[in-house]
């Protein structure tokens, strides 16, 4: 099925650091969601997004609709371990279906 | 807000038998309700939306008759994995939607590890 291009697939950072990743598609989104998997756990949804161009936070964390609606990033500021786990884009069409990002893992070194 | 529960969280079957895997929205009624499987390291596989009241709609390769979907109220959905075999072992995960005009936000059970053994 379809899936959106997320990089990067992996990252190791220390403590402290800011972190950044992002999706593209060819497709246009209404709806931009970001989530975080946790090991054996369902996603949890951090940031949902609605239109172009719209940034928002949520704690230490902020993304963006990009203004093309085909694509956005997530930022994490001044990480810390339990920011550990695996996020995923999704873009949501018309028919509510998510399309997903292949996730971006993040092991942070205390 | 917007909680959903799976149960159960880990069961193991032997070849050959069904299980059945509830998913319900704890705080919220949810007319559409989507299943997801997921292997190891991999993103999150749409197998079927559930519309309460009609029948599931099943992504293209997922077998009806195998992966029932009964979507009986506004707060469960269940799936039952029927004649089940080793390849059928996976991360089932199921998610409520919140209904509104503007609003698709999906909320995603735990997920329940099934092993066929």
């Known amino acids: 099925g379809q899936q959106l291009n997320q990089s990067p697939q992996s990252m190791f950072i220390q403590e402290g650091e800011d972190v950044s990743m992002n999706c593209t598609s060819s497709?246009?989104?209404?709806?931009w969601l970001w989530y975080k998997q946790d090991p054996g756990e369902g996603p949890v949804l951090l940031i949902a997004?609605?239109?172009a161009g719209e940034l928002t936070s949520n704690g230490r964390l902020t993304a963006q609709f990009g203004i093309t609606r085909k694509d956005s990033f997530l930022n994490i500021s001044a990480s810390i371990p339990s920011d550990v786990g695996i996020y995923f884009c999704a873009g949501q069409l018309d028919n509510r279906k998510l399309i997903w990002g292949l996730g971006t893992s993040l092991a942070v070194n205390p | 807000g917007a909680v959903v529960s799976q149960h159960p969280s880990r069961v193991i079957c032997k070849s050959g038998t069904s299980v059945k895997i509830e998913c319900r929205s704890l705080?919220?009624?949810?007319?559409?309700m989507f299943w997801y499987r997921q292997f190891p390291k991999q993103s999150l596989m749409l197998m079927a939306t559930s519309n309460e009241g009609s029948k599931a709609t099943y992504e293209q390769g997922v077998e009806k008759d195998k992966f029932l979907i009964n979507h009986a109220s506004l707060t469960l959905s269940t799936l039952t994995v029927t004649s089940a075999h080793p390849e059928d072992s996976s991360f089932y995960i199921c998610?409520?939607?919140?209904?509104?005009?503007?609003?698709?936000?999906?909320?995603f059970g735990p997920g329940t590890r099934l092993t066929v053994t």
């Open positions: 997004l609605y239109k």
């Open positions: 998610s409520a939607q919140i209904p509104g005009i503007l609003i698709y936000e999906q909320y």
């Open positions: 705080d919220f009624q949810a007319t559409t």
């Open positions: 497709s246009i989104f209404n709806t």
